[in-house]
Nanobody, 115 residues
């Protein structure tokens, strides 16, 4: 079955950390660029971070210096390490896989940053 499954979301206080995971199945993982997006209530979905199939990374300006993205091709997992979290990071976070043939989305995981 072709799917992406996210986990690791939850409630965290401002300044805290969370690590999101996205496990892929049914795809040749190392052929895909992997992205994390987020969508806050009433807002458009926005790209947060990318790790290409070659291992290059890019980050949105809002998370640079706080978030890290990494991938483990053997385990077919992409991670998003989120540090120094702020209330404005509150959103549903989605995993996204892109190749020349296919684009996949996970179901999303909620991250809430609040005291």
């Amino acid at each position: 079955q072709v799917q992406l499954v996210e986990s690791g979301g939850g409630l965290v206080q401002p300044g805290g950390s969370l690590r999101l995971s996205c496990v892929a199945s049914g795809i040749i993982f190392n052929m895909y660029d992997m992205n994390w997006y987020r969508q806050a209530p009433g807002e458009q979905r926005e790209l947060v971070a990318t790790v290409t199939k070659g291992g290059s990374t890019n980050f949105a300006d809002a998370v640079k210096g706080r978030f890290l993205i990494s991938r483990d091709n053997a385990k077919k997992v992409v991670y998003l390490q989120m540090n120094s979290l702020k209330p404005e990071d509150t959103a549903v976070y989605y995993c996204n896989a892109v190749s020349v043939l296919l684009k996949l989305w996970g179901q999303g995981t909620q991250v809430t940053v609040s005291s």
